[in-house]
């Protein structure tokens, strides 16, 4: 297992077109968690999932956005009609439940012209 | 709401030098905090946190609830410890840690050693 892997790496858009992430956490990692990073911030959490079920929404996480982790295994979020303003790095995380550390993927950089 | 504070952006030492990276926070309950270190071109991980009280490549880091603090140090640094550093905060959950709650990150702090 490579760890969690985030695809695309690098995403440009022009401004009011829809994008998807995709994000493939460690395998039997029942938790997954979306962060937005802007620069010189550090990461902002999104939302996070128990197996299939989104526990959390940031109020970040406005109605263009929408995540789904459908099977319980990889996780898509989805913007749509995006706005300059989401040009940031979207990073994945996973976990086991319980007490055990979120692993964080390489993150997709999106830019939006 | 909870709240962590890096007050600085940039530190830079030279090879052998102690260094320390504050990080305070707010939280109304009982946190968990962290330390994550992002190295050039690699992902962020995990350096430290609180509750296992360890001493991760030579870095430490107290938790001091009076002070609301949980500031990283170490006592001679490394050219290799070059790197972006984050301060975060959970909060406790069910297993009395915050590990898989949600992470409220600083703004994190580039340290910078030179030879």
């Known amino acids: 297992d490579t760890g969690v892997s985030q695809d695309p790496r690098h995403k440009i858009t022009k401004r009011g077109q829809n994008v998807t992430f995709r994000c493939d956490p460690i395998?039997?990692?029942?938790?997954l968690y979306w962060y937005r990073q802007t620069l010189g911030q550090g990461p902002e959490f999104l939302t996070y999932f128990q197996n299939e079920a989104q526990l959390e929404k940031s109020r970040l996480l406005s109605d263009r956005f929408s995540a789904e982790r459908p099977k319980g295994s990889f996780s898509t979020l989805e913007i749509q009609r995006t706005e300059q303003g989401d040009s940031a790095m979207y990073l994945c995380?996973?976990?086991?439940?319980?007490?055990?550390?979120?692993?964080f993927g390489p993150g997709t950089r999106l830019t939006v012209t | 709401a909870q709240r962590v504070t890096q007050p600085e952006k940039l530190l830079s030492v030279f090879k052998g030098a102690p260094v320390e990276l504050k990080c305070n926070y707010s939280y109304s309950g009982s946190p968990e905090l962290f330390w994550y270190v992002q190295y050039s071109r690699q992902r962020l991980q995990l350096l430290l946190r609180?509750?296992?009280?360890?001493s991760i490549k030579g870095f430490t880091a107290d938790l001091n609830k009076g002070e609301t603090s949980f500031h990283l140090k170490k006592p001679f640094a490394q050219e290799e410890d070059s790197a972006m550093y984050y301060c975060?905060?959970?909060?406790?959950?069910?297993w009395g840690t915050g590990a898989n709650s949600k992470l409220t990150f600083g703004k994190g702090i580039t340290l910078s050693v030179r030879p």
């Open positions: 995380a996973s976990s086991l439940v319980g007490p055990f550390e979120q692993y």
């Open positions: 395998s039997e990692h029942n938790r």
């Open positions: 609180h509750i296992s009280r360890e």
């Open positions: 975060a905060l959970s909060g406790q959950d069910f």
